[in-house]
Nanobody
Framework: QVQLVESGGGLVQPGGSLRLSCATS????????MAWYRQAPGKQRELVAR??????????DSEKGRFTISDISRDNAKNTGHQQMNILRPADTAVYYC??????????????WGQGTQVTVSS
């Protein structure tokens, strides 16, 4: 079973920065991509950034130049991914979810979700 645990959320002032982390565990034999989504109150969950393993990163237009997603394969233990978020705005306030596209012994290739971490940008 795959588990994803996000951390790093919190309250930050506009213009500030946060670094989100997503720790993965379980019987993962291959990771294809990691992504971050967010969901603000009353809104649908939306893609923020996606990094294919050993490949390229893609960002939502409003996050380009402000957010940076890491390649989990470059993590020393290869089990934690990050998203650096700079120049945060009140509109970035949401619950942020880690999403992992991975293959496991039990389920084959599938998408997995963390429980989310709250990011609040407010003065």
């Amino acid at each position: 079973q795959v588990q994803l645990v996000e951390s790093g959320g919190g309250l930050v002032q506009p213009g500030g920065s946060l670094r989100l982390s997503c720790a993965t565990s379980g019987s993962i034999w291959s990771v294809y991509a990691m992504a971050w989504y967010r969901q603000a109150p009353g809104k649908q969950r939306e893609l923020v950034a996606r990094q294919t393993i050993g490949g390229s990163a893609n960002y939502a237009d409003s996050e380009k130049g402000r957010f940076t997603i890491s390649d989990i394969s470059r993590d020393n233990a290869k089990n934690t991914g990050h998203q650096q978020m700079n120049i945060l705005r009140p509109a970035d306030t949401a619950v942020y979810y880690c999403n992992l596209d991975a293959g496991t012994d039990v389920a084959g290739r599938d998408a997995y979700w963390g429980q989310g971490t709250q990011v609040t940008v407010s003065s």
